[in-house]
């Protein structure tokens, strides 16, 4: 079975500082990856999605994140991030032979920006 | 327009009573999933379904119940078994046949308070 671990459970930044979100699974076939938004008060979102090819994948909003197979992680990231940029966010996996599509999620990281 | 829907969007019980929650979606999708939301742990999955009367436990499924007698429907029914009910669940759909990269959707969840 897969893992999901999401090292940072809270995160403070300021406007227009740099934004990245670690996430590392464990699992030892091949995954399709996910980063799932939930601002408040609204439904789970998706951001982006990695199922093969360039593992620089580019999402909704500016945000991109990298897979990189060797070190079994996923990261998040945004240039700059803004005051509605505030939410929590989710990295998900689920095995590329699920038929099921279920995910396994991380525990989420908690963004806030201070505006 | 398309989507799932959850209700309650809040819901209190007493101890020992058993509370049914409802999603419903119309985007045709053939798998609809239940998820459990705790703060810190992410969302854990309860049950899914990937076509109308069959469904599959998750990896928190006890003291829970799900029927899929529609393809649109997939009520969970929290039992009094279930030992710590409080929490915010959530119902997602997805369309099977694309593969496990398919993306999956969700509704806007329940809160459930036992007291």
């Known amino acids: 079975a897969q893992s999901v671990s999401q090292h940072n459970h809270h995160v403070i930044l300021s406007e227009a500082a740099s934004l990245e979100l670690g996430c590392n699974y464990s699992?030892?076939?091949?995954?399709?990856l996910f980063w799932y938004v939930q601002y408040p008060g609204q439904h789970l979102q998706l951001l982006l999605k990695?199922?093969?090819?360039?593992?620089l994948v580019k999402g909704i909003k500016g945000f991109e994140a990298e897979f990189i197979k060797s070190k079994f992680s996923f990261n998040l990231r945004k240039p700059s991030v803004q005051w509605s940029d505030t939410a929590e966010y989710f990295c998900a996996v689920n095995a590329a032979n699920n038929a099921g599509n279920m995910l396994t999620f991380g525990g989420g990281t908690r963004l806030m920006v201070k505006p | 327009d398309g989507g799932i829907t959850q209700s309650p969007k809040y819901l209190f019980r007493k101890e020992g009573q058993n509370v049914t929650l409802s999603c419903e979606q119309n985007l045709n999708h053939d798998a609809m999933y239940w998820y459990r939301q705790d703060p810190g742990q992410g969302l854990r999955l309860i049950y899914y379904?990937?076509?109308?009367?069959?469904?599959q436990k998750g990896d928190i499924a006890e003291g829970y119940s799900v029927s899929r007698e529609k393809k649109e429907s997939f009520p969970l029914t929290v039992t009094s078994a279930q030992k710590n009910p409080t929490a915010f669940y959530l119902c997602?759909?997805?369309?099977?046949?694309?593969?496990?990269?398919?993306?999956?959707?969700f509704g806007e969840g329940s809160w459930l308070t036992v007291v």
């Open positions: 990695y199922f093969s090819g360039d593992p």
């Open positions: 699992y030892g076939g091949t995954v399709n």
């Open positions: 379904s990937q076509i109308v009367n069959d469904f």
């Open positions: 997602a759909s997805t369309q099977t046949g694309g593969g496990p990269g398919n993306t999956i959707y």
